[in-house]
């Protein structure tokens, strides 16, 4: 058979006039060289680019609808948009991925739903038993055996298996049983899995840039085989959830995010970079474990991590250009803000932890009013946690009621308070503490405890991003629900172990009244008779379609806008019929419809802004938001 992705993009290329005008980037050879004839002839090639190790592309003729598909898909991504970096090569050389060589390529297995003809045309008669399935057969065998599983970390590991051996097959199975299997390859089993990456490690799933490569960082991402990126996470693994710094081992986090980039937000898998920046790790035990994958030394810091940073991001946008999106994911305080400060003005980064959680939960509050009344305005909020969740969703709640009551942004912050190790946060602590927190410190006596500063502020809604669980005890429950009717709780924090609180308790001290919501998954609850099913306040509802809208409008920057924009996209989608059930957020199964509503409404606001490059704009860009997104589905190769 003939090879790779880039028969998909050969096959477009000689339907696409972008192509034929030779205008497709590093497409390189046009549409006038030998060797593309020869594909055109033959309907069906691969390309190699000889010189690096780059993976074979295989691409057998798909049917003209499925090509067409991809080359859309691969324009809003955008096939005008490759890199266009001169790689130092002999010229592209074509080769045929087929037999065994194929069955062992994720991106192009398929198993034992190759059909009779494919077997025949693809040298892989006698490698697989005789039987033909479908790929709804391979799914119900796959969910039936990842049931089988009781351990977690099991389907986990099944799971990356998977990805590894049957791409295509993975992501049908994810987005087909999304409400089962988000929990296993995201939150929270990403995180056990990132505590014991360093067993369970078989094959790299994503980059690593460590501080042996400083000087060299263009050349590692080089080595990367794909080059239409278009969103890569990246962490340096200092603050991975709840559980603290797990070194290079928070690899897991990045992966576990791109998973959802596709599965929920459609974005193509080869566009769909993870990265981790090791830098040493001070957690101690995992610089004692043999097993670690991590350059063992504490970690660099001030300069020398700066340095290796403004490499990485330099890097990056010379080889993918201005145009990826690069998340940062999990830093800790004291570089997340700094980090987005910095290269907000440079590049197109959106912090996952500060604005995806701000955005999600802005919309699971615009969607709380319509069960407890008032605007947003009229309630008054406490946070049990001052860093990147807390400041960052007290910013944008104040930025949303700056905008509906046009009130200055310093009066809307008043309505939000504070509380961090050392007690809330008060104009008399201003001197001391970090600047993310300074807007924060209001009029008040200094207060040590949660539960005083709950009787005292006397707030309608309870956030916590502490990171700690068991934080949110009976007697604050039962606090809130003294004097408000429907007590607004979320306990945001990750994962499950280290929740504020639990759907049960709140439930429960609350005597069912509280609008509950967490970061992590919780099975419903029935209390008095009633099942209350707690609606998943995590940033996974937000940055699968806002990434799909940045990539689709071709966005140069990331602007506050954008994320309201998200918020209140997403908090439409709640449903009385949710609400009756005690959930604020619409259920993950109606998620890709939801990324598509959430990238239109980003994509319209980076064109109202003039922050959009593609041009012209689609007339209806939540349907253009769908045309774009990758399906699973099998390709036939004939
Ligand atoms: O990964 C998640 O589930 C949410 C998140 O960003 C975090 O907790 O850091
Ligand atoms: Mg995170």
């Known amino acids: 058979m003939l090879s790779a992705r880039a028969a998909a993009t050969a096959a477009a290329a000689a339907a696409s006039p972008l192509w034929k005008r030779g205008e497709g980037g590093s497409s390189g050879s046009g549409s006038g060289c030998t060797s593309c004839r020869e594909v055109r002839r033959r309907a069906a090639a691969v390309r190699v680019r000889a010189a690096a190790p780059r993976r074979v592309e295989a691409v057998a003729m798909e049917s003209a609808a499925e090509t067409e598909k991809e080359e859309v898909a691969a324009a809003g991504g955008g096939v005008e948009d490759m890199a266009t970096e001169e790689v130092p090569v002999t010229p592209w050389a074509f080769s045929v991925a087929s037999g065994y060589t194929l069955l062992r390529d994720p991106h192009h297995n398929k198993g034992l739903a190759f059909s009779e ?96 490569d400083k000087g060299k960082v263009l050349d590692v991402l080089r080595n990367w085989p794909e080059r239409n990126i278009q969103v890569i996470v990246v962490t340096d693994g200092e603050r991975i959830l709840g559980l603290g710094d797990l070194g290079c081992q928070g690899m897991g986090i990045p992966v576990g995010k791109l998973s959802l980039y596709t ?255 967490s970061g992590s998954p919780f099975d419903p609850v029935e209390y008095n008779g009633k099942i209350h099913v707690p609606g998943q306040s995590n940033n996974a509802y937000i940055f699968p379609g806002f990434g799909l809208g940045v990539v689709i409008s071709g966005a140069v920057r990331v602007h506050e806008d954008m994320l309201l924009a998200a918020s209140e996209t997403l908090a439409d989608q709640a449903t009385q019929e949710n609400f009756e059930k005690g959930s604020i957020f619409p259920p993950f199964t109606n998620i890709r419809k939801i990324s598509a509503r959430i990238a239109a409404s980003v994509a319209a606001k980076a064109y109202e802004l003039g922050l959009a490059t593609r041009l012209p704009q689609p007339r209806d860009l939540e349907k253009y938001a769908e045309s774009c997104m990758y399906t699973p589905v099998y390709r036939s190769y004939r």
Not at 147 to 152: A, C, H, K, N, T
Not at 175 to 191: A, K, Q, R, S, W
Not at 395 to 400: R, S
Not at 440 to 460: C, M, R, Y
């Open 117 to 212: 003809k494919e077997r025949d045309a693809h040298y892989l008669r006698g490698l697989l038993p005789p039987a033909v399935v479908s790929q709804d057969l391979q799914v119900k065998k796959i969910m039936h055996n990842l049931r089988q599983y009781s351990v977690p970390l099991q389907r986990y590991m099944a799971m990356m298996d998977l990805q590894e051996r049957n791409e295509r097959l993975f992501y049908k199975l994810l987005i087909d049983n999304v409400e089962e299997l988000l929990p296993v390859v995201y939150t929270p089993t990403v995180g056990e899995a990132c505590q014991k990456y360093g067993s369970i490690f078989r094959q790299p799933q994503g980059l690593y840039v460590s501080l042996k």
């Open 263 to 517: 599965a929920l937000g459609g974005v193509r898998p080869s566009a769909c970079l993870p990265i981790t920046i090791d830098v040493g790790t001070n957690n101690e035990q995992l610089l004692n474990d043999e097993f670690y994958i991590g350059l063992r030394q504490r970690r660099a810091t001030g300069k020398e991590y700066h340095e290796l940073m403004e490499e990485f991001m330099s890097a990056v946008k010379q080889i993918y250009g201005e145009k990826v999106l690069i998340q940062f994911e999990d830093f800790a305080n004291h570089n997340a803000f700094d980090l987005l400060a910095k290269y907000s003005k440079s590049h197109l980064v959106f912090n996952d932890d500060i604005q995806g959680t701000a955005s999600v939960v802005l919309a699971g509050l615009l969607s709380s009013l319509k069960v407890v009344g008032g605007t947003l305005a009229e309630h008054t909020y406490l946070f049990l946690g001052a860093g990147e969740a807390g400041t960052g969703i007290a910013e944008l709640i104040a930025l949303e009621i700056s905008k509906q009551t046009k009130a200055p942004i310093e009066e809307c912050r008043k309505k939000v308070w504070l509380l961090d190790s050392k007690g809330l946060i008060v104009n008399s602590r201003k001197e001391s503490l970090q600047a993310f927190k300074k807007p924060w410190a209001h009029e008040h006596e200094p207060v040590t405890t949660l539960l005083d500063a709950v009787q005292s502020i006397k707030p309608t809604v309870l956030i916590g991003t502490s990171g700690v669980g068991k934080t949110f005890t009976k007697e604050v429950i039962e606090a809130m629900a003294s004097f408000n009717e429907r007590p607004v709780i979320f306990s945001l924090s990750n994962p499950t172990s280290h929740s504020e609180c639990t759907a049960e308790e709140a439930y429960n001290w609350s005597q069912g009244r509280a609008v509950f919501a």
